[in-house]
């Protein structure tokens, strides 16, 4: 099930794919489905796996502990709307 409430077909699932975000690696599980518009959707079973995070949605960005080491992942700023004419 997606985000609306959609079932997808899962064509196949990887369930250890080493994955590079922002110089910081991670074992994540992947479900292939037929979907468009982005590369990787990390869902709810990743986020549950960082445990205890913290978030600013302001600049926006996550944190969460591993090995008592804090990992920082920054997501784009957000992008202000062109004005009209």
């Known amino acids: 099930m997606v985000g609306n409430d959609s079932l997808v077909h899962c ?5 250890d794919v080493l994955i590079s975000l ?3 690696l991670f074992y994540i599980p992947l479900y292939l489905l037929p979907i468009e518009g982005a590369d990787v ?3 709810m079973e990743w986020l549950q ?8 949605f302001s600049i926006p960005s996550i ?13 784009d700023p957000p992008k202000q ?5």
């Open 11 to 15: 064509a196949r699932f990887c369930p």
């Open 81 to 85: 709307p062109d004005p009209s004419t």
């Open 22 to 24: 922002q110089n910081t």
């Open 41 to 43: 959707v990390l869902g």
């Open 63 to 75: 944190s969460s502990l591993d090995d008592n080491h804090t990992i920082t992942l920054k997501g």
């Open 49 to 56: 796996n960082l445990g205890l995070i913290s978030a600013d």
